[in-house]
């Protein structure tokens, strides 16, 4: 069993910066995948961004380079979104995930999932 915990999210202005982070304990070993996913009102969830089993390699879905990045910590249990020039569209909940599995994409790949930190950005 893996336990995910979102935190950092909350109401902001469009422009400002953000960072979301995501405390994992339990079972931390042997997962392919850990990542970001949203999910806007109406919408499907959508990926964001993930880090990989190798340190320093990171995937982010093609719509949100250039304002958003992921991170990890020393111990890889705590991993984070970052979010500058923050936009409504940004509008969400944010969920962190993580993957067993090779395919970082996909939400159905994702074996356990944080109960996500919703974001509201003021125009």
């Known amino acids: 069993q893996v336990q995910l915990v979102e935190s950092g999210g909350g109401l902001v202005q469009a422009g400002d910066s953000l960072r979301l982070s995501c405390a994992a304990s339990?079972?931390?070993d042997s997962w392919y995948y850990r990542a970001w996913f949203r999910q806007a009102p109406g919408k499907e969830r959508?990926?964001?961004?993930?880090?990989?089993?190798?340190?320093?390699?990171?995937y982010l879905a093609d719509s949100m380079k250039g304002r958003f990045t992921i991170s990890e910590d020393n111990t890889r249990n705590t991993w984070y979104l970052q979010i500058v020039r923050v936009v409504p569209e940004d509008t969400a909940i944010y969920y962190c995930?993580?993957?067993?599995?090779?395919?970082?994409?996909?939400?159905?790949?994702?074996?356990?999932w944080g109960q996500g930190t919703q974001v509201t950005v003021s125009s």
């Open positions: 995930a993580v993957s067993y599995s090779n395919t970082y994409w996909n939400a159905g790949s994702y074996n356990y």
């Open positions: 959508e990926f964001v961004a993930a880090i990989g089993q190798n340190v320093g390699s990171t």
């Open positions: 339990g079972r931390t």
